[in-house]
């Protein structure tokens, strides 16, 4: 033990050793001395990439502060091990614990996380302990981003219009928000039309380096603590804030919930590779380039799950908000962080969001201290690999049609939409009335343009790139087509201001990109509905039609259902093709239109003028009007404000409501509860049915969709027998928290291929053992009348796209107990962990092109679980009796998750955990 009562680590070091003071303008800090750690453990730590600096540090104060949390600290110092192991060789091995300083959650997956949490303190009130035994933790930043909906578009009143809709339909949901602010400390919550939460983090609730009181360290002193600012988000695009240089990357919604309780986010040690950025963006080319070249790249590279930190003397020239951009789109790459460390630009971003003077000063001075400032010159960190970009080899660049990797050059989009999948035949043409004016559609014509999302619109020099190209259209006599739905939802109120204030507002607006609301709404699919001539066209006459975006997802039906093929771009670009009107055109030498003479206008004529960027956003961008943005930030307007809502420290649910139910998965808590019992796997599971067979990407938002509920569907007709009228269905992110609409609604997707009914739609199965074909849910719901254990097989990839609850939840309440996969995505599969349902990967990746989905199966081995990626084996009997084996790994990749699993989940463990605590107080 230290001299303070702390335990003394396996490396023989005392981190209580470590303590420094540093003196910041005449006041004296205490910190954790990354130098000291050196000294004392003779670790080099100046050949640490900083990323792995930020979390040695963490590791420090794990040990030290929470000396209570003995497991945590066995944890922290494994981490320390596996810190200097990586330093001996730079390759995956061991595990890395990491104590979020905060937990930031979005409202369509974090609303459930909070009904899960009030159902949790019913549990607890249930085994006889105060509700206030379940307690976050660690301060929670929830931001309302995700209810509204681009209904209304390309009118002066769509965002009165759309905002009115989104508090008129989600009333009983806000209103629960509403409760949880007050019946829970450490919970904040941003109300609607703020913006996104990943630009709301970026640009106010960051800090970069945070000073924590010393009562929170339990220390007497009178000098505060300076730490690094770190966290963790629910929503997979939380690595945004690395643009900021801090270690925070997106988790699974359960797991968030579970950091937000206390209880440390644990993972492998990925391979950290270094990007070398050298050069500097060539006039004209946009951050949004930018990034999907890094994407491209980097999943060419199998960068899956790695730490990805830039360095290098390319750096200098990337502004914050630029590499926003490229941190915005981590999952996409397929890594957990893309990594920039603080230098002069974090500082210069600071200071022009409107920071605090003392604070800014603070962070520069704490980061150089520890050794976490980025110096072009200093020594190259160790990476396990290093790859090199020239940001001027970049060039202008979508990515489509529908993944966010396939990057195109402007001369190969309409090449790219015909390889989507149309039909050959000659191009199609259908008469429409999107304006009074008769206007014909075709196979590739645009029927959105969008400016939406936190990946580009954090960055001005896109938003006003968009402006000046639309100015300088409307000065070419050039309009958007009347076919095309174009819309403006910037992820902060920030942008509205200055695009205003410029005067840049009114050309957008001359284009019909109106303000429709602050939050997702088309990045994530609610993109309303398109004019009905046009849908009928696509229905009638079977047109390919196409969207340009400037989101971060373009998944196969992601953007609308009734589009064909989706294109990412950046904001200027996506203004672009809404005058072509359609992607089969090459922009870099072909007419984007003719002006009213007929002479014909390039895109080159129209492209901003860089030295106009900067002048304007010199000119409008300063301190104040963030300041003044973000002060309200917590208000909300008058209908939010005037709200009524329930008070106290338990929800007071409605067993008849549409909206919010209790989770079910709580009540099976109270079955022969025991704080002390630890709960066993059994050897084997026998009689197992396979419920499905997919292929590859199957992505989150396949397996738990989140956009409008179809009137056919088995989600529609429970609520009808609810009483719910087919006009007010709305979406299935609005039913988050109905387990009855959600379970009918998982594995629906019509843009899922079941290989067992490869005739039908996504949604259906074949039940065995007679082969009848039934819906999925009904096919689940006979299986579990009669017992029935369940699987779904699936290929490469599965779990792609955003942090989705329910895309685990839902398999589990449909009595899934694995997925068999050739590969998982890193956040849903540690999803699935969380809620109970076994990951398992084939050891053949192509073991399951095998099955046919008539096989009953055996899991064996599952009492082995007792260590991470273990070895389950399958016993396969076929139809005509004849038996095969396959070998699984099973995918729980750290301690933490071989107990979190076999608690029964990380909600189980956690709730464990706190009322053995209450128990022995």
């Known amino acids: 033990m230290s001299r303070t009562g702390t335990e003394v680590g396996p490396t023989g070091w005392d981190p209580v050793s470590t303590r420094a003071v540093l003196t910041l303008d005449g006041r004296a800090y205490r910190y954790y001395s990354l130098a000291a750690a050196g000294a004392t453990a003779g670790l080099p730590v100046q050949r640490l990439p900083y990323c792995l600096k930020s979390l040695l540090e963490n590791a420090l104060r794990q040990v030290d502060m929470r000396p209570e949390a003995r497991a945590d600290a066995r944890d922290a110092f494994e981490t320390i091990d596996t810190l200097r192991a990586y330093l001996e060789h730079p390759a995956p091995s061991g595990e890395l614990s ?96 703020g913006g996104i939460c990943h630009q709301i983090n970026l640009e106010h609730l960051a800090t970069v380096v945070q000073t924590v009181d010393p009562e929170g360290s339990g220390d007497p002193g009178d000098a505060p603590w300076l730490v690094p600012d770190s966290m963790v988000g629910i929503d997979s695009h939380t690595p945004m804030i690395n643009a900021l240089g801090i270690v925070g990357w997106g988790v699974s919604g359960i797991e968030g919930l579970g950091a937000a309780l206390g209880e440390t986010v644990s993972l492998p040690l990925p391979r950290v590779i270094g990007l070398h950025l050298t050069g500097r963006l060539r006039p004209g080319i946009t951050a949004t380039d930018l990034v999907l070249t890094v994407t491209q790249r980097l999943r060419q ?256 039906g992601r953007i609308h259902a009734k589009v064909h093929a989706s294109f990412l771009a950046s904001p200027p670009l996506v203004v672009a093709y809404a005058l072509a009107g359609t992607v089969r055109i090459d922009l870099s030498t072909q007419p984007i239109g003719h002006d009213p003479q007929g002479e014909p206008v390039y895109l080159r004529e129209l492209w901003p003028d860089p030295d106009d960027i900067e002048r304007i956003a010199g000119d409008t961008l300063e301190p104040g009007l963030f300041r003044r943005t973000y002060a309200s930030l917590y208000e909300g307007t008058p209908d939010w404000q005037q709200l009524p809502y329930p008070r106290g420290a338990r929800f007071p649910w409605q067993e008849d409501s549409v909206f919010i139910r209790p989770p079910p998965e709580f009540d099976r808590f109270d079955e022969a509860f025991d704080g002390e019992r630890e709960r066993t796997q059994p050897a084997r599971i026998e009689k197992v049915r396979i419920l499905a067979i997919y292929g590859d990407n199957v992505t989150t938002e396949h397996v738990s969709p989140m956009g409008p509920i179809p009137a056919d569907s088995l989600a529609a007709g429970y609520l009808a027998a609810q009483g719910v009228a087919t006009p007010a269905l709305g979406t299935y992110a609005a039913r988050r928290l109905v387990p009855q609409v959600m379970a009918r609604g998982t594995y629906s997707s019509p843009h899922l291929h079941n290989r067992m009914t490869p005739d039908a739609p996504g949604g259906f199965t074949l039940h065995q053992p007679g082969g009848e074909r039934l819906t999925i849910f009904e096919a689940a719901e006979r299986y579990r009348a009669a017992q029935i254990p369940l699987v779904v097989i699936a290929g490469r990839n599965y779990g792609t796209g955003s942090s989705r609850d329910w895309s685990a939840k839902g398999p589990r309440e449909l009595g899934v107990r694995a997925i068999l996969a050739a590969s998982f995505e890193r956040l849903h599969r540690a999803n699935l962990v969380a809620a109970g349902v076994l990951p398992l990967q084939f050891d053949d990746p192509d073991a399951g092109a095998a099955l046919t989905g008539n096989e009953t199966l055996v899991l064996e081995g599952l009492d082995r679980l007792s260590t991470p990626r273990a070895v389950v084996t399958c016993i396969v009997r076929g139809y005509d009796g004849r038996l095969s084996t396959l070998h699984l790994i099973a995918a729980l990749h750290t301690r933490r998750e071989v107990s979190q699993f076999a608690a029964g989940g990380l909600y189980r463990y956690s709730f464990d955990l706190r009322v053995r605590a209450g128990r022995h107080r």
């Open 98 to 193: 990491f104590l979020p300083q905060r937990v930031m959650m979005d409202d369509t997956a974090g609303l459930p996380l909070l009904g899960d949490l009030a159902a949790m303190r019913d549990a607890a009130v249930r085994a006889g302990f105060a509700p206030q035994t379940i307690e976050p933790q660690r301060p929670i930043d929830f931001v309302v981003d995700h209810s509204i909906i681009a209904e209304f578009a390309g009118r002066a009143d769509a965002h009165a219009l759309n905002a009115r809709r989104e508090h008129e339909t989600n009333q009983e949901r806000f209103r629960f928000l509403r409760w949880a602010a007050q019946a829970f400390r450490n919970l904040r919550i941003v109300p609607p039309g």
């Open 301 to 556: 590279h199998d960068c899956i799950g790695a730490f990805i930190e830039c360095f290098g003397p390319g750096l200098t020239h990337l502004s914050v908000p630029a590499r926003a951009t490229v941190a915005n789109m981590a999952p996409e790459c397929g890594t957990t962080m893309n990594y920039f460390p603080i230098d002069a630009q974090t500082v210069h971003y600071l200071r022009q969001t409107g920071r605090d003077a003392a604070h800014v000063a603070r962070v520069e001075g704490y980061a150089k201290a520890q050794g976490l400032w980025h110096d072009p010159d200093a020594a190259r960190a160790q990476y396990s690999e290093i790859l090199t970009l020239d940001l001027a080899s970049v060039e202008p660049s979508l990515a489509g049609p529908g993944q966010p990797h396939h990057r195109v050059g402007l001369p190969a989009v309409a090449d790219a939409f015909h390889r989507a999948g149309t039909r050959p035949r000659a191009v199609r043409l259908a008469t429409a009335a999107p304006s009074p004016s008769q206007s014909p559609i075709q196979d590739g014509d645009l029927v959105i343009a969008a400016i939406t999302s936190c990946t580009n619109t954090s960055n001005p020099a896109n938003m006003i790139g968009a402006g000046l190209l639309a100015r300088n259209a409307l000065a070419r006599g050039l309009r958007s087509k009347p076919w095309v739905k174009t819309s403006l939802s910037p992820g902060s109120r920030v942008v509205a201001h200055y695009l205003v204030q410029s005067g840049l507002q009114q050309s957008l607006d001359g284009l019909g990109f109106h303000l429709t609301g602050f939050g997702c709404m088309t990045c994530v699919g609610f993109s309303g509905s398109l004019p009905a001539p046009i849908e009928a066209a696509i229905d009638i006459h079977g047109i390919a039609t196409a969207a340009v975006v400037s989101g971060n997802r373009n998944y196969d």
